[in-house]
């Protein structure tokens, strides 16, 4: 805790200007006040014994306040222990399980950015197509993957918007009803088509 400076002091058989008394407690005052706002603390004044268990939660954290610096290198993650955290990845030591949420269209569609990590199922009677916007359209990051099924009988193709150039092999029609495909972008406007695919 900081120190808490009194401005008066005063002595046995002495007069107690008012004005005095009342500057001192004028100086506490405003201590205890400022204790709320987060000041007069020193570093490393709140210890763990000082805390009750689950009393940091998310409303009490301004946004922004916990940030790469006030987090050490590297961060073991035990709850449950899944591995260790990096700047940039995290060392997986047993199983990661997810689930990923299915996104089920009829009709043509464009991809959507909320699509990021999606299935997109196309189900039609007809041929459709799945179209991959422009990045000054809908900004995917670079490394986004999407699944694409074809849960219709009608054919999917997949065509980037004009400058979006998207890459397969051997074309960018998937091949047939339950046929699926996963789009990954690499570069901008660049993108890979990879699955069950046809000409």
């Not at 997810?98 to 999606?118: C, E, F, K, S």
């Not at 997949?158 to 397969?168: D, H, K, M, Q, S």
Request: glycine letters at 8%.
């Amino acid at each position: 805790m900081a120190t808490l400076t009194i401005p008066n002091t005063f002595v046995n058989n002495t007069t107690i200007v008012a004005a005095s008394f009342n500057e001192n407690f004028t100086a506490v005052k405003n201590f205890v006040e400022a204790t709320t706002a987060g000041s007069n603390f020193d570093a490393g004044a709140v210890n763990t014994e000082d805390l009750a268990s689950a009393s940091v939660t998310e409303a009490k954290i301004a946004t922004g306040a916990v940030t790469t610096n006030k987090i050490g290198a590297s961060v073991t993650l035990t709850t449950p222990n899944i591995g260790v955290a990096s700047a940039t990845s995290i060392a997986v030591t047993d199983n990661v399980v997810y689930h990923i949420t299915l996104n089920a269209t009829v009709g043509a569609y464009t991809l959507a950015l909320t699509d990021d990590n999606r299935m997109v199922e196309m189900n039609n009677a007809t041929g459709t197509t799945l179209t991959i916007p422009l990045n000054s359209s809908v900004a995917f990051p670079v490394g986004t993957m999407i699944t694409i099924l074809q849960t219709g009988a009608g054919q999917t193709t997949v065509a980037g918007a004009v400058g979006v150039t998207v890459n397969a092999t051997p074309g960018l029609k998937l091949r047939t009803q339950y046929s699926a495909a996963t789009c990954i972008k690499r570069a901008t406007n660049t993108w890979v088509l990879i699955g069950d695919l046809a000409a």
